[in-house]
Every structure is written in structure tokens, then in C-alpha cells.
């Protein structure tokens, strides 16, 4: 079992940044993967980018130039940097665990079995 909680979510403006960060603990020696997903109101969930589980890494391209995803392995936190935030990057933020390899991971949320509970963004003037 993996257990993950995210942290970070926040209100801004249009053109802001901000960070959320995602605690993974338990048995993370198997679900080495960890990717970010969103979610926003009457969509469906999509893949923003993140880790497969050779530490490969890879973004979606809506925000490739603006997100910057990391991982602190001594902290088991994975990060995700977000800058000029734009009004189409608000909803709900979740992190994810699993044992995916390659770079479309993260795009499918049927590869991940761990998830956290989400931190909301939103993104308004």
C-alpha cells in the first residue's frame, strides 16, 4: 500500500506561480513511479506529467515551459512548480503512485492504483 498527501493549493492570479508538493510514504519501493493529474469542474481527469519508475520524466504539453515537476527522494516528495498560471490550469491537483515505465505514463490515469486525495488550484482575477 502507498499512501499520498498533497499540499499546496492556493488561489491566484492569472500569470502567478505556485507549488504543491505530494508526500508519498509505504511501500514505495515497488511503486517507484509518482505522477501529477488534474482535474477541473465537468472534465475529465488528465495527466499533467511526472516520473515513471526508471525516473524518467515527462510533461503534458499544455504545460511544458511552465511546470517543473521534481522529486526529493530522501523527503519521498515529489513537487510540482507551476508558473504563469493561466486561468485553463485551475482544478483539482492529485498525485499518484504506481510501478509505470515509459513516457506516456502519466497520461493515463488506468496505470496509476495509489492516489492522493487532491489540493485545489484555482486561478483567477
Known amino acids: 500500500q502507498v499512501r499520498l498527501v498533497e499540499s499546496g493549493g492556493d488561489s491566484v492570479q492569472p500569470g502567478g506561480s505556485l507549488r504543491l508538493s505530494c508526500i508519498v510514504s509505504g511501500d514505495t519501493s515497488s511503486n517507484r513511479a509518482v505522477t501529477w493529474f488534474r482535474q477541473a469542474p465537468g472534465k475529465q481527469r488528465e495527466g499533467v506529467g511526472g516520473f515513471d519508475r526508471d525516473g524518467q520524466i515527462s510533461y503534458a504539453d499544455p504545460v511544458k515551459g511552465r511546470f517543473t515537476i521534481s522529486k526529493d527522494n530522501a523527503q519521498n516528495t515529489m513537487y510540482l512548480q507551476m508558473s504563469n498560471l493561466k486561468p485553463e490550469d485551475a482544478g483539482m491537483y492529485y498525485c499518484?503512485?504506481?510501478?509505470?515505465?515509459?513516457?506516456?505514463?502519466?497520461?493515463?490515469?488506468?496505470?496509476?492504483?495509489?492516489w492522493g486525495q487532491g489540493t485545489q488550484v484555482t486561478v483567477s482575477s
Open positions: 499518484a503512485a504506481g510501478n509505470c515505465r515509459g513516457s506516456t505514463c502519466y497520461y493515463y490515469a488506468h496505470h496509476w492504483p495509489y
